[in-house]
């Protein structure tokens, strides 16, 4: 049964701290997605990545934010410094599609708490 | 900027009758559109989708309607049951974008 995996499940960390959030997608998926999900904007999607490479990243802050796929089984996303807006939970999703479209598999969720 | 818009927060309907799930979307360029389901502590799991070339879809109990000229589409559930209670989203795609409503929480009471 295979799923898109996320870690950690749950982050505190300070204002000013590094988060890194780890996802596995799964085997022979071509297609990453990080999405943010807060109560006011629901799901937002932040960047994705298909083959490895960024493809969009404009729904994601530059200028703390940084996505990248050091290799096919682990996507990262990145927030330094962190701030409290930074709050919500963030998925990954992974599918085999050919652009935003079609179905992708959510993982579980990274809630970040930034006090 | 909302693009994609679930006016309900949440719905509360009896165990068989009838949910009515409505999304309305203001970007004409998008043609597909997706619901998902979302359990606590678990990630969307897809539902149903449409293509804008449709205006119905239906996969069991599960019925999607699209209207493109009102801009606006609606998950159907019919009969509720119990373990339909979850917080539903819709989602937009097009031109290379793809935008969540903010979702609606169903409850189904038995």
Redesign the interface.
Known sequence: DAR?TQTPRHKVTEMGQEVTMRCQPILGHNTVFW?RQT???????LAYFRNRAPL?DSGMPKDRFSAEMPDATLATLKIQPSEPRDSAVY?C?SGLVQ???????????TRLTVL | D?Q?K?NSPSLSVQEGRISILNCDYTNSMFD?FLW?KKYP??????LI?ISSIKDKNEDGRFTVFLNKSAKHLSLHIVPSQPGDSAVY?C?A?GN????????TRLTVKP
Request: net charge negative; aromatic share 20%.
């Open positions: 898109v999405y109560m006011m904007q629901g799901l937002e999607l969009d998925f999703a652009g935003v479209t079609d179905t992708q598999y959510f993982g579980p969720g | 909302q994609v679930q597909y998902y502590a678990e990630g969307p799991t897809f989708s989203f989602a795609v290379n974008d793809m935008r969540f409503g903010a979702g």
